[in-house]
């Protein structure tokens, strides 16, 4: 996994947390939290459960408040398997929006890019990454052989739905690989 991400990603959901704290509870406060290493090893705990998920850190952190009021919700809920089914409902409630989707593929793809200094080519091949099969093999402008022999078929299934393929279109992102 990399360090790099993984503390950007905890950095995020530190910050949304306590902004969430401050903004949204019924005790609206100038809520702190201090950067002790028990809270920040807890919010590292919670990063890598975002990376598992494939999740925005504000989807995260939305999704905790969405079930969990928040005037009760502790760092200790955000790393919990509470926490992963209270972000899968979310997402069942509200399906994430394939622009949304992308800006999330994009930002774990720039960040093995540049952060953990790998190729495209090897992050997408990487099935730690949870990239779905249709950016694995359209987001390239060049096709990449391997990307297209192991997630392909997948994909072929995934362009099937029409506002996938218009947004590929909008994009500029070729899909006729897929064919």
Same mark, same amino acid.
């Given at each position: 996994?990399?360090?790099e991400?993984?503390?950007?990603?905890?950095?995020? @959901?530190?910050?949304?947390?306590?902004?969430?704290?401050? $903004?949204?509870?019924?005790?609206? %406060?100038?809520?702190?939290?201090?950067? !002790?290493?028990r /809270? !920040?090893?807890?919010?590292?705990? &919670?990063? *890598?459960?975002?990376?598992e @998920?494939? &999740?925005?850190?504000?989807?995260?952190?939305?999704?905790?408040?969405?079930?969990?009021d928040v005037?009760?919700?502790?760092?200790?809920?955000?790393? !919990?398997?509470?926490?992963?089914?209270n972000?899968?409902?979310?997402?069942?409630?509200?399906? @994430?929006? /394939?622009?949304?989707?992308y800006?999330?593929?994009?930002?774990?793809?720039?960040?093995? /890019?540049?952060?953990?200094?790998?190729?495209?080519e090897?992050?997408?091949?990487?099935?730690?990454?949870?990239?779905?099969?249709?950016f694995?093999?359209?987001? !390239?402008?060049?096709?990449?052989?391997?990307v297209?022999? *192991?997630?392909? %078929?997948?994909?072929?299934?995934? /362009?099937?739905?029409?506002?996938?393929? *218009?947004?590929?279109?909008?994009? $500029? @992102?070729?899909?006729?690989?897929?064919?």
């Amino acid at each position: 996994m990399d360090k790099e991400q993984l503390n950007f990603i905890r950095e995020e @959901l530190y910050q949304l947390f306590v902004d969430l704290k401050k $903004n949204k509870g019924h005790k609206k %406060s100038n809520y702190q939290l201090p950067r !002790t290493e028990r /809270i !920040t090893e807890k919010f590292k705990e &919670a990063a *890598k459960l975002c990376i598992e @998920l494939n &999740a925005l850190p504000e989807d995260f952190i939305n999704a905790q408040a969405a079930y969990v009021d928040v005037d009760y919700l502790r760092i200790d809920d955000l790393s !919990t398997d509470r926490a992963k089914k209270n972000y899968e409902a979310f997402l069942g409630s509200r399906q @994430l929006p /394939i622009d949304r989707l992308y800006n999330v593929q994009m930002m774990y793809l720039k960040s093995q /890019i540049v952060n953990a200094k790998r190729t495209v080519e090897r992050a997408l091949m990487d099935d730690d990454l949870h990239f779905q099969p249709w950016f694995r093999c359209c987001i !390239t402008k060049e096709i990449v052989p391997e990307v297209l022999a *192991k997630y392909g %078929s997948e994909a072929r299934e995934q /362009i099937k739905n029409p506002t996938l393929v *218009k947004f590929l279109d909008e994009r $500029n @992102l070729d899909y006729s690989r897929l064919k």
